[in-house]
């Protein structure tokens, strides 16, 4: 079976997809099919729509399930897609997931409750209700830096019991989660970083893959990578690990997707418009973001996304800066 070919069975590396706006401010429909088609042509595993990155809580339900229409219907089935459907209301999320279902997704995204700082006890019973509504897989999303709270190991062990229940996306940036939680959850259960800036490690320790900003920009360089790391060529992955890393800073000099949106709407391939509370880079995160999408690209623009490799949009990023 290919890399991540399933989610059961997901693996490597799977961009978590901005939602491109117009400049009317609703969604772009065709720069967002468009990327999903690069995405796939570029060897990601799987396509992660409605997250973070793609702004899900300024959706509507609506622009929620076309978004999961679109990407569905590029993908066709050479790659699941993964959709977020969370809430810090159980009813709301269940709703989301169910709509997901509907629209075709080939699993769920499941972020722990944000705002309202439930007990492990209440998350359990959350996922769990989450868990008995769906006949779609769920891979949790633990990211404390957003939800004020996170899960704790034994939370997630209990969890991986419910059949439902597939995998884990860790944001903590705890590189050493992999190896406490394999005894506790067993070989099946998919472990993914959703951290970029400390990806390798959790690979190195036993993670299957990372839902990925920088692969947005970077597919082939982080794909090269995962399967050094995966060969155990660790100086190699070592190699491939600082370009992404450069990337990966900039990429987060604000808050996400705001920076990953400037460096796309450099190639022509969505605008950097985002939807408030908010709100486009600075200047000087537009420079440097330039700078080193520039100068990555002039050493890697074959495993660039794809418009990086054209002449006329280096130029266009050059001059940008």
């Known amino acids: 079976m290919p890399i991540g070919r399933h989610i059961t069975k997901l693996s490597g590396y799977a961009p978590a997809l901005p939602t491109p706006f117009g400049e009317d401010g609703n969604v772009d429909i065709a720069a967002f099919e468009k990327f999903c088609g690069l995405q796939v042509e570029q060897g990601s595993t799987a396509l992660v729509v409605c997250g973070t990155t793609g702004e899900a809580p300024t959706l509507s339900p609506a622009e929620h399930a076309t978004l999961i229409q679109i990407a569905v219907g590029v993908a066709r089935g050479q790659v699941p897609v993964i959709a977020g459907a969370g809430s810090n209301s159980t009813s709301h999320a269940i709703e989301l997931t169910r709509e997901a279902e ?30 008995q509504a769906t006949a779609l897989p769920i891979i949790l999303y633990d990211v404390p830096s957003r939800t004020a709270c996170g899960l704790a190991d034994e939370t997630v062990a209990r969890l991986a019991e419910l059949p439902r229940i597939i995998g884990l996306k860790d944001a903590t940036g705890d590189v050493a989660r992999p190896v406490r939680l394999r005894p506790l959850v067993g070989p099946d259960f998919r472990l993914l970083t959703g951290d970029d800036a400390t990806a390798l490690a959790f690979l190195a320790q036993g993670g299957n893959g990372c839902i990925s900003v920088t692969s947005n920009i970077a597919p082939g360089l982080c794909r090269n990578m995962f399967l050094a790391c995966r060969q155990g060529q660790i100086s190699t992955a070592q190699r491939w690990a600082a370009p992404v890393a450069q990337l990966t800073a900039q990429l987060f000099r604000e808050t996400s997707p705001a920076p990953l949106k400037y460096a796309l709407s450099l190639l022509g391939l969505m605008s950097p418009k985002v939807r408030l509370p908010l709100v486009e880079t600075t200047d000087r995160t537009r420079a440097e973001v330039t700078a080193v999408v520039a100068q990555i690209n002039d050493r890697y623009a074959d495993l660039m996304i794809g418009p990086f490799g054209d002449t006329a949009n280096r130029r266009r990023a050059a001059q940008a800066g």
């Open 102 to 131: 509907t629209a075709g997704a080939d699993g769920i995204l499941s972020v722990v409750p944000y705002y309202n700082k439930p007990t492990q006890a209440g998350m359990y019973e959350h996922f769990r209700a989450i868990a």
